[in-house]
């Protein structure tokens, strides 16, 4: 009796997490449709952060070149945030948000192995708890594993206790787990923050990253062909991009070695964020 409901809530959390890992990237990457009025309505003109929570906007006007975002590059460093690079450089910084493992991860890491291109993983609970074998491959191949949060949830309005809680619990399985500490790199679940949420990030330690181009990739039941992937994934990469993808998509591992050759022979080269970051 007891293992039948240790199973039933276990069921219970997977499909809490999976829900609001889903429904939460349509939320924070409504870029795709209406960025420029996500920017317009988020920003007061100047860039800067307005005290309301938000969701992360970018609005793509010129191909090649990077995007607009809703908050300044200069803004967001004031909290130890960063979306993207200030550079000229053909430099690339992938990631990846993983929410939970569907089967797609190790064709992902195949790729970036074959290209030696560094990435980091932003990881929820759920996802350590069921694939630790898939997360200690990404350590062993030298990619960054990050905290992406343990539930997942809007952490834009919560407290200060709630908020290290919601972090920490991540960083102590992840201790537990791999006999190591987990580098203090964060990402927002469902891309949504406000000042508020990015001091008591960086306040805690942690930097966090947001990104300059991502694409609907996070709907497992409808996944762009592989013509809609690259016709966004080309014509928007641009220097100093923080690439957003999500390992739960089937696309993308069918695609990624054939896009980083992609991004190479554009010139592009890739990068860790703690190179970004100026951290060895």
């Known amino acids: 009796m007891q293992k039948k409901i240790k199973f039933s ?56 070149k990077p995007p607009v975002a809703n908050v300044s590059g200069e803004e967001l460093a004031k909290y130890n945030a960063y979306y993207i690079e200030d550079t000229e450089e053909k430099v690339l910084y992938l990631t990846f ?8 991860t190790p064709a992902i890491l195949d790729a970036l192995k074959k290209h030696n291109a560094p990435a980091a993983f932003f990881i929820v609970g759920h996802y350590l708890e069921s694939s630790p074998e898939l997360v200690r491959r990404m350590i062993d191949e030298g990619h960054i594993v990050a905290n ?67 694409y609907v990739d996070w709907e497992v039941d409808s996944q762009p062909t592989h ?15 923080i690439v957003l993808l999500h390992s739960t998509s089937k696309t993308n591992g069918e695609i990624l070695d054939e896009l980083l050759t992609k991004w190479e022979e554009m010139g592009y080269s890739f990068k860790a964020l703690t190179d970004l970051k100026g951290e060895q």
């Not at 449709?33 to 970018?58: H, V």
């Open 9 to 64: 809530i276990g069921l219970k959390l997977v499909l809490l997490i999976t829900v609001s890992f889903l429904v939460g990237r349509g939320v924070g990457l409504t870029v795709d449709t209406i960025s420029g009025r996500i920017a317009e309505k988020q920003m007061d003109g100047s860039g800067s952060l307005s005290a309301e929570t938000g969701n992360w906007g970018l609005s793509f006007r010129e191909e090649g």
């Open 97 to 104: 948000d993983a929410g939970f493992e569907n089967g797609n």
């Open 148 to 214: 992406h949060s343990f539930y997942h949830p809007d952490m834009s309005e919560m407290d200060k206790a709630a908020f290290a809680q919601e972090l920490g619990e991540l960083e102590s399985l992840y201790q537990e787990t791999f006999d190591r500490e987990m580098l203090k790199f964060y990402r927002p679940p469902q891309g949504k923050f406000s000042r508020n949420n990015l001091q008591i990030a960086n306040e805690l330690g942690y930097t966090t990253f947001f990104w300059s181009l991502a």
């Open 227 to 241: 013509e809609e992937a690259f016709e966004k994934l080309t014509k928007r990469i641009h220097p100093g991009a």
